[in-house]
C-alpha cells in the first residue's frame, strides 16, 4: 500500500523558517521524481519544487529561499522554507511520479505565515 505522509507544518511568523517532511512507503523509492506542491484558497495546485536523481528546479515564488532534499535510504523527502512570506501560506503536498499511471499523493500540511 502506497503512503506518503508529510509533517513539519504550522504557523510560523514572516521571515521564519520550517522543515517539512515527506515519508514515503509502498513503492520503490529511489526510482521516482519526488515533488512538492502547493494550494491556497481559491488557487490552483502549483509546483513548488521538483527532485530527481540529479537535478532540482523550483518555482520562480521560491527560488533562493526553498530547498528540496531527498534521503533514498531513509525513503523521505524534505522541502527547507527559508524567509517565509504571508504568500507561502498553503497547504503542502507531497508527490510521487514515476509515469501518468504510477502518481501518487501525500494527504497535505498546512503551512501558514502570519504575525
Known amino acids: 500500500q502506497v503512503q506518503l505522509v508529510e509533517s513539519g507544518g504550522g504557523l510560523v511568523q514572516p521571515g521564519g523558517s520550517l522543515r517539512l517532511s515527506c515519508a514515503a512507503s509502498?513503492?520503490?523509492?529511489?526510482?521516482?521524481?519526488m515533488s512538492w506542491y502547493r494550494q491556497s484558497p481559491g488557487k490552483g495546485r502549483e509546483l513548488v519544487a521538483i527532485?530527481?536523481?540529479?537535478?532540482?528546479n523550483y518555482a520562480d515564488s521560491v527560488k533562493g529561499r526553498f530547498t528540496i532534499s531527498r534521503d533514498n535510504a531513509k525513503n523521505t523527502v524534505y522541502l527547507q522554507m527559508n524567509s517565509l512570506k504571508p504568500e507561502d501560506t498553503a497547504v503542502y503536498y507531497c508527490?510521487?511520479?514515476?509515469?501518468?499511471?504510477?502518481?501518487?499523493w501525500g494527504q497535505g500540511t498546512q503551512v501558514t505565515v502570519s504575525s
Open positions: 509502498g513503492f520503490t523509492f529511489s526510482s521516482y521524481v
Open positions: 508527490n510521487a511520479q514515476r509515469s501518468a499511471v504510477l502518481n501518487y
Open positions: 527532485i530527481g536523481t540529479s537535478y532540482t
